[in-house]
């Protein structure tokens, strides 16, 4: 007895300990009162801690790593402005159905409402980006608490969820035998509770309604989102795909769920596909502005819709034709089996297959004579070329490329070629600038056989360009390369009536310093900086970093004039 009274367990220990046995192996986050020992302990128990220089960047990472590896990411905030900071990943990983579990240390629960130390009502801050947001009021709950949590980042449509810690709870303690059985019985409820949600009434029949639709459709085609790769989706889509003949169009992350290479994509030729479609079946993908609310003038009016979705509530909004609620894979691989019994397949010369070939091939040909040339100052062509044909030759495993900024993004998705799923991390479902050095790290751990590639905008690196330090301290095999263009699109856009007032001769709102030397950063904290103006020094630069999968920025420097105003989106500006 004497033995176990002196055993004594205290909350950041408890917490560690329960998260590393809910399974949990990487957690990002930036450390501080009241939560270092929160993050030493956790450590300890077998998750590892990557710390982090900014909340925000640490919380992309931990949202990333949910999706790529299907399991919640771990962010890990101070209290106050630390939470606050924090909310960007929360919400960027609800926003794209990511499961993320962040976990804030508090101030003293008896000093609330009395302007104690980074006071804040953070469950109030968190609950509107959160699916589930608790708070432990003492050391006995926490246990419990981490694994419900846990389980509600994953259930139903993944999004995030919060754990609010106070910092006297943090310093409880409890015996070590009592730690365990709280540890225990948390995990065997956890265990005992169904995990596969309730069968939506209707998938039976809706399953046999979408394999008429498709069979009976002229023009059919699948949109492959995001939620597919999640749901790794991909054996079962590209049977789908080869086995009816169907052309595919991928989102932006939904790209390589079926090769980009496949004869069948239809990426190239996206505007006939979705205009012209007369059934479309949606495979994890929400018909949102990414897909222009599938409704006219990009879509046809006549359209008809399969949507499949792991939320019933999304099938009730959009009110499809056919509405299929489940996990992707599972829905996907239902559909093969009842397509199976009554084969179907659109041969290479149907009328639809072939509009959709002919136009990819027209529209590849066009966008090749563009790339084919060497522009020098470079344009954002010329280097995408380059990156994408050194990215392919490092076939399988295929690296991870991580995209942000306006015109570079939009190049980059219609240059680099995805072969893999899982394999594109961009701005996502909320555009969110700032994503990628976060990205990057946690691509790094997640997928650790993987070459992570970064291709950065200027101004999208600028917004966690300090995590090049954190991929230097943890020596992670990836390499950032920067369109530099001087500035957000290219530098100054101002027209004679903007050049007027006061502040006219202020730099504009979109110029950064000419030529800044973002390489430099990395030098300085001992990776590799590349300074690259011409088709040579970029491939020399790509091929050495790519071989070392050591940290490097490649500064990559562009015609200031080569870009268009807020890329693809301009409409909007």
């Known amino acids: 007895m004497a033995s176990d009274s002196a055993a004594r367990v205290d909350g950041s220990a408890?917490?560690?300990?329960?998260?590393?046995?809910?399974?949990?192996?990487?957690?990002?986050?930036?450390?501080?009162?009241?939560?270092?020992?929160?993050?030493?302990?956790?450590?300890?128990?077998?998750?590892?801690?990557?710390?982090?220089?900014?909340?925000?960047?640490?919380?992309?990472?931990?949202?990333?790593?949910?999706?790529?590896?299907?399991r919640p990411g771990l962010l890990l905030t101070v209290s106050g402005p630390g939470c606050v900071h924090g909310l960007a990943g929360l919400s960027h990983a609800t926003a794209n159905a990511w499961?993320?579990?962040?976990?804030?240390?508090?101030?003293?629960?008896?000093?609330?409402?009395?302007?104690?130390?980074?006071?804040?009502?953070?469950?109030?801050?968190?609950?509107?980006?959160?699916?589930?947001?608790?708070?432990?009021?003492?050391?006995?709950?926490?246990?419990?608490?981490?694994?419900?949590a846990l389980a509600a980042t994953v259930a139903g449509r993944p999004g995030g969820c919060y754990l609010d810690i106070p910092s006297d709870v943090l310093h409880q303690t409890l015996a070590e035998s009592?730690?365990?059985?709280?540890?225990?019985?948390?995990?065997?409820?956890?265990?005992?509770?169904?995990?596969?949600?309730?069968?939506?009434?209707?998938?039976?029949?809706?399953?046999?309604?979408?394999?008429?639709l498709l069979r009976r459709a002229e023009r059919p085609l699948v949109v492959v989102g995001k939620g597919a790769a999640y749901a790794r989706a991909e054996e079962a889509i590209q049977k789908l795909v080869d086995t009816t003949g169907i052309p595919f169009l991928p989102t932006p992350m939904g790209k390589g769920?079926?090769?980009?290479?496949?004869?069948?994509?239809?990426?190239?030729?996206?505007?006939?596909?979705?205009?012209q479609c007369d059934v479309a079946l949606v495979v994890g993908?929400?018909?949102?502005?990414?897909?222009?609310?599938?409704?006219p003038p990009k879509w046809s009016k006549d359209v008809k819709f399969i949507l499949v979705d792991v939320s019933e509530d999304e099938i009730e909004l959009r009110k499809p034709q056919v509405g299929l609620v489940g996990d992707a894979k599972r829905v996907v691989e239902l559909l093969n089996r009842e397509i199976k019994d009554q084969p179907f397949c659109l041969a290479r010369s149907h009328p639809w297959v072939?509009?959709?070939?002919?136009?990819?091939?027209?529209?590849?040909?066009?966008?090749?004579?563009?790339?084919?040339?060497?522009?020098?100052?470079?344009?954002?062509m010329t280097p995408m070329r380059i990156i994408r044909d050194a990215i392919l030759a490092e076939r399988s495993p295929?690296?991870?490329?991580?995209?942000?900024?306006?015109?570079?993004?939009?190049?980059?998705?219609?240059?680099?070629v995805q072969n893999e799923p899982r394999t594109r991390l961009d701005a996502g479902t909320w555009g969110t600038m700032g994503v990628g050095l976060g990205y990057c790290v946690a691509a790094a751990v997640a997928e650790p056989e993987r070459l992570v590639v970064a291709v950065e905008g200027d101004s999208g690196f600028g917004f966690s360009a300090m995590e090049v330090e954190t991929l230097v301290r943890y020596q992670l095999p990836v390499v950032v390369i920067v369109f530099n263009n001087n500035g957000v699109y290219g530098g100054d856009r101002r027209g004679p009536d903007e050049l007027t007032g006061?502040?006219?001769?202020?730099p504009a709102p979109t110029s950064f310093v000419p030529g800044a030397g973002y390489h430099k950063m990395m030098e300085a904290f001992g990776g590799k900086g590349y300074l690259v103006d011409t088709p040579d020094e970029l491939r020399s630069a790509l091929s050495e970093s790519f071989r070392a999968r050591k940290p490097a920025v490649i500064n990559v420097t562009i015609d200031p004039y080569a870009g268009a105003e807020s890329g693809r989106m301009q409409h909007k500006n």
Not at 34 to 39: C, F, I
Not at 289 to 295: A, K, M, S, T, V
Not at 354 to 380: C, G, H, R, W, Y
Not at 502 to 506: I, L, S, V
């Open 14 to 70: 408890l917490a560690g300990r329960a998260l590393a046995a809910a399974g949990a192996r990487h957690m990002f986050g930036v450390v501080g009162i009241p939560v270092t020992s929160l993050a030493s302990r956790a450590a300890a128990a077998g998750c590892r801690f990557l710390a982090f220089r900014n909340e925000q960047s640490a919380g992309y990472a931990a949202a990333a790593y949910g999706f790529l590896t299907g």
């Open 99 to 148: 499961p993320l579990l962040m976990v804030s240390g508090s101030c003293d629960q008896r000093d609330a409402g009395r302007g104690d130390f980074q006071e804040l009502d953070q469950i109030a801050a968190t609950r509107p980006f959160a699916k589930l947001a608790v708070k432990a009021a003492a050391i006995a709950d926490i246990p419990r608490l981490v694994f419900q």
């Open 178 to 212: 009592e730690a365990a059985s709280l540890i225990a019985d948390a995990a065997a409820a956890a265990g005992s509770a169904d995990p596969s949600p309730p069968k939506h009434k209707s998938l039976d029949q809706g399953i046999v309604e979408a394999a008429e």
């Open 257 to 275: 769920v079926v090769p980009d290479v496949h004869p069948l994509s239809s990426t190239a030729a996206r505007s006939l596909a979705i205009g």
């Open 285 to 295: 993908a929400r018909l949102n502005w990414l897909l222009h609310f599938g409704e």
């Open 354 to 380: 072939e509009a959709i070939t002919k136009k990819s091939k027209d529209n590849v040909l066009k966008m090749e004579a563009q790339l084919v040339k060497d522009v020098v100052p470079f344009n954002f």
């Open 398 to 416: 295929a690296p991870v490329v991580v995209s942000e900024g306006a015109n570079t993004m939009d190049v980059g998705r219609a240059v680099l």
């Open 502 to 506: 006061p502040y006219k001769d202020d």
